[in-house]
């Protein structure tokens, strides 16, 4: 399959780091020489120097009839435009990045049946998405939910205190409807068996039915954590004034920080009871003055990942680590390292998009991947092809590689935690754990035969 990417900033360059990992024919696109050459000497991927909105650009024959463009460029525009030269000139699919919040909100159908975008990325709107579904889960570091919501991912951070570590998984008395999916320790996905524990630190992955999921995360909340009344949130950019509102409608007493009088004048129009304040989210004195000892979370939203973990670390400081901590970063290599440092969320506005290109790419049934651990690991949902070799056959006789786990089904609106015995049909929607370096040689298993 040939893909071609349409600018090679941040997105672009982790669209077409995943795409070419996954060995697909990855031509990027872009008219600025320097972001091309990170591109070239870092990827094995083919690099056009031209304009990727221009219909000569389109004409190349290595361009032209491609099976997917994906444009990412800074423009709005561009985007759109290189999607609708890119139709007309046999290239299938496209995808566009639409930073706009208008035109999502108010004409995303009109884009897609006029311009003939089949996906839209909105990596702004996607994070807080993001942020506020794993806000409203108590202990969760991450919320994922399938199978048009019957189905849900819940990953946690496994403290000293909790009851159910250093104990063997077959020990443990799970709800029915919950199973325990996959373990992250050291850098190394796990999937448990019953002689398995869950180990302080360990980052543990559950997946079940929604409501026992929900009562289960319980579990995990720490009996001195506080319920969500109060949240600070640094930068008034994209994000954060996509994020404030959404916490506003759940109850949540909102405070947005930011240095930009425009942006907090476009802030305090979209709330209700929340304040939107004009100033320096390292003023120490203003955080204090603010409360930010007294916030049950603080977000940090900045376009400068140093400078949200020094908010965050600052937050902590202040709060005596009574405070939870969440921060968006544009490089996915400090996600680690924040952690490490102490950070509780941190989350990759860049992998979160390439994500859904990613499903939308591999297609043959791939509803969504989830890129989890920084993309060591992925949950993925696809629905079980006509004459898959999974399909018709106990799990256990399938053969289906370690590095992956089929966590849970729904069939006929039903969702199921499958076991040994299980008998995937087609037409099943299931998800499934499975270390990235093997996803493609697991999707396998789930499509039909050619």
């Known amino acids: 399959m040939r893909i071609v990417v349409v600018g090679a900033g941040k997105l672009g360059y982790s669209i077409a780091s995943l795409l070419s990992k996954e060995q697909f024919d990855v031509i990027v696109i872009d008219h600025d ?3 091309l050459e990170a591109v070239k000497n870092t990827l094995d991927v083919l690099t056009i120097f ?11 024959p290595d361009i032209r009839g491609a099976d997917i463009l994906i444009a990412v460029t800074a423009s709005d525009e561009v985007n759109m435009v290189a999607c609708i030269l890119a139709k007309k000139h046999g290239i299938r699919h496209t995808i566009a990045r639409i930073r706009d919040m208008q035109f999502m909100s108010e004409a995303k159908d009109y884009l897609k049946e006029n311009f003939d975008i089949d996906l839209m990325l909105n ?3 996607i994070t807080a998405n993001e942020i506020n579904r ?3 889960t108590p202990a969760a570091l991450d919320v994922e939910d399938f199978a048009h919501g019957k189905i849900r991912l819940f990953e946690t951070k496994v403290r000293r205190s909790s009851p159910l570590a250093n104990i063997p998984l077959k020990d443990i008395e799970f709800p ?9 320790r050291d850098h190394r996905m796990i999937i448990p068996h019953g002689d398995d524990c869950l180990l302080p630190h360990d980052n543990a992955y559950f997946i079940g039915i929604p409501e026992e999921i929900e009562k289960f995360s319980q579990t995990f909340v720490q009996r001195d954590a506080r319920k969500l009344h109060r949240v600070i949130i640094i930068g008034a950019g994209r994000a954060g004034r996509a994020l404030a509102p959404m916490l506003e409608k759940q109850g949540v007493r909102v405070k947005v920080i930011d240095k930009d009088p425009e942006r907090c004048r476009l802030m305090a129009d979209k709330l209700v009871n929340g304040i939107a304040i004009c100033g320096d989210g390292t003023d120490i004195d203003l955080l204090t003055e603010e409360g930010v ?7 940090c939203l900045t376009e400068d990942d140093k400078l949200n973990l020094m908010l965050a670390l600052l937050a902590r400081h202040m709060s005596h680590n009574k405070t939870k901590t969440v921060v968006r970063v544009a490089r996915n290599e400090y996600v680690e390292l924040m952690e490490k440092v102490g950070v509780d969320i941190v989350l990759s506005a860049r992998l979160l998009s390439a994500s859904e290109v990613l499903a939308f790419a591999r297609r043959g049934g791939v509803v969504s991947v989830s890129l989890l651990e920084g993309a060591k690991a992925e949950a993925v949902e696809v629905i079980v092809q006509e004459g898959a070799p999974v399909a018709g056959k106990p799990l256990m006789e399938a053969k289906l590689p370690r590095a992956c786990l089929v966590c849970a089904y729904v069939r006929d609106g039903e969702a199921v935690i499958p076991n040994g015995a299980t008998v995937l049909q087609p037409g099943d929607r299931t998800i499934l754990f499975i270390q990235t370096q093997f996803s493609k040689k697991v999707m396998q298993y789930f499509k039909g035969r050619e």
């Open 33 to 35: 020489e320097g972001q």
């Open 50 to 60: 031209a304009n990727g909105a221009s219909p000569i650009t389109m004409n190349d």
């Open 123 to 125: 990596p702004e709107l």
């Open 134 to 136: 794993i806000l409203m």
């Open 176 to 184: 029915k409807g919950v199973l325990a999916g996959m373990i992250f």
């Open 293 to 299: 000892a007294e916030a049950d979370v603080v977000v």
